[in-house]
């Protein structure tokens, strides 16, 4: 492992921040560099998971059957797409999307935190099913009920990898 630490001007505030760069061999996905910048003055900050391997494009599809599948490390990267079908929830890259590294309990937390922010901002219909979201993320999160996390990558630079 090799780490890199420098300094560059925020986009935000135009103080300096602090850029790490931490090269790393990680088994079954090859050598990949993950960054993290923070602004001490502003709070702005990034985090990515570059992969510096092209190994051709994926689709992994990992059933999470009980509470010890949710452990199984996730890693994104900016161009996967994720889908957990039996809760009706994708993430999709775009340009502004981030890579990651977590576990299956990580990633419906993200989920959760979507749905708990739309349940706010929302009324009627649409609270509604924010609301059931939020329940079925939940579920999921306890182990209540068996589902799938598909993630595809164009890239394939993504994987789910079984503790």
Request: charged share 30%; net charge neutral; proline share 3%.
């Amino acid at each position: 492992m090799e780490e890199i630490k420098y300094n560059v001007l925020c986009a935000c505030c135009g103080y300096s921040l602090e850029v790490k760069e931490i090269y790393i061999e990680i088994p079954k996905f090859g050598r990949t560099v993950i960054i993290s910048m923070l602004c001490a003055n502003c709070g702005y900050r990034v985090n990515d998971v570059v992969p510096l391997e092209y190994k051709g494009a994926s689709k992994i599809e990992y059933k999470v059957k009980g509470l010890r599948d949710l452990s199984a490390k996730v890693i994104r990267s900016k161009s996967a797409r994720i889908v957990i079908p039996e809760l009706g929830l994708e993430l999709t890259p775009g340009p502004r999307a981030e890579g990651f590294i977590t576990n299956v309990e990580g990633v419906l937390d993200r989920f959760l935190c979507i749905a708990e922010y739309l349940y706010e901002i929302s009324s009627g219909v649409a609270k509604r099913r924010a609301k059931n979201a939020i329940d079925k993320i939940k579920q999921a999160m306890n182990g209540e009920f068996e589902f799938t996390i598909i993630m595809e990558d164009e890239l394939g630079n993504s994987a789910i990898i079984k503790d």
